[in-house]
Structures are given as structure tokens and as C-alpha cells.
């Protein structure tokens, strides 16, 4: 079944113009992606502390992590806390600044989360399947960070 990105994005922004708090809105995201995206095995949100140059885990759904802190510069995501762009590996393996997580994911796309122009942290999405991104992947999740940055952080 063809995943309908428009669909999910109106259930999402529906979801954040709710009553609940930021942490559970965001738990709500994360559970709607993991569920209704096939290739997307585990979906979390990571926030930054800019001063001691580290980004600290948030609401997630998938497998537990022990990824739980993570320096600016390492792995996926702590390249895309130095980069401020969206980073879409096709294969993990082929990465030499990759922190394995689980011998299943095989790829993996990062989206940076922009509040004010302020890179404050990124949606991560792990997959365990090879070459699992396309393009409308990354545009539908910058669409969301766009929408997710509207909340008061």
C-alpha cells in the first residue's frame, strides 16, 4: 500500500493542534510514523543543548536505544547538529561516522528541527531496509519539522 505523505501530514498537524503537552504531541508523531510507514522502523526526536554540544533523546517509538546523549559530530545525527541539513544515507554501512544502533537498520534519514532559524534538534528515522528514502521521504519530513516548529519549545 502506497503511503499517502499528504494524509499523514493532516493527521499530524492535527495532532499538534491539540490539548495535550509538547512531549506527548510529539510521542503521538512518532507513534503515527512508525506505524503508518512501513519502512520506518524507528522514528525520535532528538533536542539540542548548543552550549555543551550534545543532543539529547525525546519521545521516540521503535527498539530501545542506548543512544540516549549524543556529541555534536557523531554519527547521523550529530553531523546534522553541526550541518543544519537534512542527511539521507542509503546505506548505513557505507558510512564511517555511523553509531550502529541495531544490527537491523539499514538506512537512516535525519531532518533538522528549526525554531526562529535555530537548528533546536531533528527527527531521526531509522530503517531495515536498503536504499528505504526517496526524496519525498525528506520533503515530507521537513514539511513536518516546519509544522512541529510552530509548537512553544
Not at 552550549?51 to 545525527?77: A, M, N, Q, S, W
Not at 543544519?84 to 535525519?110: G, H, M, P
Request: proline content about 2%; some cysteine; aromatic content about 10%.
Amino acid at each position: 500500500m502506497q503511503t499517502s505523505y499528504s494524509i499523514l501530514l493532516e493527521e499530524a498537524k492535527y495532532i499538534l493542534a491539540g490539548e495535550a503537552s509538547v512531549t506527548e504531541k510529539l510521542q503521538a508523531i512518532c507513534n503515527l510514523l512508525e506505524e503508518r510507514v512501513a519502512h520506518y522502523d524507528w522514528v525520535g526526536f532528538y533536542f539540542a543543548d548548543a552550549e555543551k554540544r550534545l543532543l539529547h533523546l525525546g519521545p521516540y517509538k521503535g527498539e530501545v536505544t542506548d543512544h540516549t546523549i549524543i556529541p555534536f559530530g557523531k554519527g547521523i545525527c550529530g553531523q546534522v547538529a553541526e550541518s543544519n541539513q537534512t542527511f539521507l544515507v542509503e546505506d548505513v554501512r557505507a558510512q564511517t561516522n555511523y553509531i550502529a544502533c541495531s544490527l537491523t537498520v539499514k538506512a537512516e534519514i535525519v531532518v533538522p528541527l528549526f525554531v526562529d532559524g535555530k537548528n533546536i534538534g531533528q527527527i531521526d528515522i531509522d530503517s531495515h531496509t536498503l536504499n528505504a528514502f526517496s526524496k519525498e521521504d525528506q520533503k515530507f519530513l521537513e514539511t513536518l519539522n516546519e509544522a512541529i516548529a510552530s509548537l512553544c519549545f
